[in-house]
Nanobody
Framework: QVQLVESGGGLVQPGGSLRLSCTAS????????MGWFRQVPGNHQRDLVATQTVGGTTDYADSVKGRFIISADNLKNAVSLQMNNLKPEDTAVYYCYVKWGSRWNNRNFWGQGTQVTVSG
């Protein structure tokens, strides 16, 4: 089991920046992907924002490329998301995410979510 605790959400004006942080605890040695998803109110799905593998490979949604930067700790116990030049369409609940286990037998764990609102 893995527990995830997020922090860093809030209200920011368009063009501003925020940094989200997530700390993992529990059986962290088997984490092999860490990242962030987001969910807009009224949508049932969570959309990929950014992920990073333990090997350092990153993946970003097209909508955030060049603006957001993911950084995951090699010890697998922390991941952050630096969000720059924020836009109103970035408003969502952001969820920390890890994939745990092995490539062939794995499960996902989620944080409780943190609200990011871009308005002004």
């Amino acid at each position: 089991q893995v527990q995830l605790v997020e922090s860093g959400g809030g209200l920011v004006q368009p063009g501003g920046s925020l940094r989200l942080s997530c700390t993992a605890s529990g059986s962290i040695s088997e984490i092999f992907i860490m990242g962030w998803f987001r969910q807009v109110p009224g949508n049932h799905q969570r959309d990929l924002v950014a992920t990073q593998t333990v090997g350092g490979t990153t993946d970003y949604a097209d909508s955030v490329k060049g603006r957001f930067i993911i950084s995951a700790d090699n010890l697998k116990n922390a991941v952050s998301l630096q969000m720059n030049n924020l836009k109103p369409e970035d408003t969502a609940v952001y969820y920390c995410y890890v994939k745990w286990g092995s490539r062939w037998n794995n499960r996902n764990f989620w944080g409780q979510g943190t609200q990011v609102t871009v308005s002004g």
